[in-house]
């Protein structure tokens, strides 16, 4: 079950740019481009960077008007997402 304890990590395979204000992940195995939308896109840059979910949660709070639960709930939704795509990883304790 992911939680804001999870760390996730970025797989070599995957890119990420921004072209435009959009946030455009590539998929190098199968060649599939993915599009984040705003707070998305500035939740992989902090995830990119190495910061724990739980730290990401807490930067996003700062940047947007936003409630607590429903962060947590729409990170761990995309995290989620994510992670069904391939294009992160759960990182090893």
Do not use: K
């Not at 902090?46 to 729409?74: A, I, K, N, S, T």
């Amino acid at each position: 079950m992911l939680t804001l304890d999870t760390v996730a990590r970025i797989p070599a395979h995957v890119f990420f740019t921004s072209v435009d204000g959009e946030s455009l992940l590539l998929d190098t195995r199968s060649n599939t481009y993915y599009a984040l939308e705003d707070a998305g896109g500035r939740a992989w840059e902090l995830l990119e960077g190495g910061q724990p979910l739980r730290q990401v949660h807490r930067l996003l709070l700062d940047e947007y008007e936003v409630g607590p639960d429903e962060l947590e709930r729409d990170l761990l939704e995309l995290l989620e997402t994510l992670l069904e795509n391939g294009l992160v990883e759960l990182a090893q304790a």
